[in-house]
């Protein structure tokens, strides 16, 4: 099974397009109980001034603004990058009828191709663990932030959709420990680079009630590669009994986001 930050898996297969994370998103969408949805809060919380430049590292179909295009500020400059050239091209799809300051460019966040101090808020939703030197990355972002702007950096937690793990009893999963960038070890990750780090969660939680939805969002997933015909057969039979058996699958939910800035000259020093 691919690791979650093997790159030539994540851009050749898992973010080749934009399928995989649709039925992903399509599976909050439709069970998740928090009817405030994630990215308007996750926009909720970009307190930048009113005239800021922006930088999202990995936008994948660009969501966070197509769900928030009426509340983006008339002076805002958000630049949305991603390193997989198809997901890009879905972002700019999805938003070509933005009436804001958008632009698009293919970025690996290792190696961001601008100038220092270039930016007041660096976003970063649900992407750092994907990342396979995050210490290069967030020197990077420290690098093209502007005095005081700020880090946000979205992730999950070591909970997250613990659930779903009995579904494939005999495959590795990721879910319910989540490697590489999570709510747990976040802040310790962010310290070296930034003085100041609140972590803001997310209360929510699935409630499923379809077969399909949930096997679309197992089939989007690393472990796709391990199913065959007759373990998908199994994997959608244990589905069926569950949800006879008790009606839905209660599953929980463990995000949040990181606000990671410097306070003043005393800030973190920008090392590799």
Request: aromatic content about 10%.
């Amino acid at each position: 099974m691919p690791r979650i930050s093997d790159q030539a898996y994540l851009l050749t297969r898992q973010y080749r397009d934009a399928s995989n994370l649709e039925a992903r998103i399509a599976l909050h969408a439709r069970f998740s109980t928090n009817t405030y949805g994630y990215y308007s809060w996750i926009f909720d919380h970009l307190d930048l001034p009113p005239h800021s430049r922006i930088l999202e590292l990995g936008c994948g179909t660009g969501r966070l603004w197509l769900e928030n295009k009426d509340r983006i500020p008339e002076g805002w400059d958000v630049t949305l990058s991603d390193f997989s050239p198809g997901m890009l091209q879905e972002a700019q799809q999805n938003l070509r009828d933005s009436r804001r300051s958008l632009t698009f460019a293919v970025i690996n966040a290792q190696a961001i191709p601008y100038a220092d101090e270039s930016f007041d808020g660096v976003i970063a939703n649900h992407m750092l663990y994907h990342v396979p030197d995050r210490p290069k990355a967030l020197a990077e972002i420290r690098r093209v932030l502007r005095p005081g702007g700020k880090l946000f950096a979205a992730t999950n937690g070591q909970a997250h959709l613990r659930e779903l793990n009995r579904f494939v009893p005999e495959r590795e999963t990721d879910f319910g420990r989540e490697p590489g960038f999570n709510l747990e070890n976040g802040r310790d990750e962010l310290a070296p680079w930034f003085s100041t780090i609140v972590l803001q969660r997310y209360d929510d939680a699935l409630i499923i009630t379809e077969v399909e939805p949930l096997i679309a969002y197992f089939l989007s997933t690393r472990i796709a590669s391990a199913l065959d015909g007759d373990t998908r057969a199994e994997l959608a039979r244990r589905v069926e009994q569950e949800l006879a058996a008790h009606g839905a699958i209660h599953v929980t939910k463990d995000s949040g986001l990181f606000e990671a800035w410097n306070d003043d000259s005393s800030a973190p020093a920008v090392s590799s």
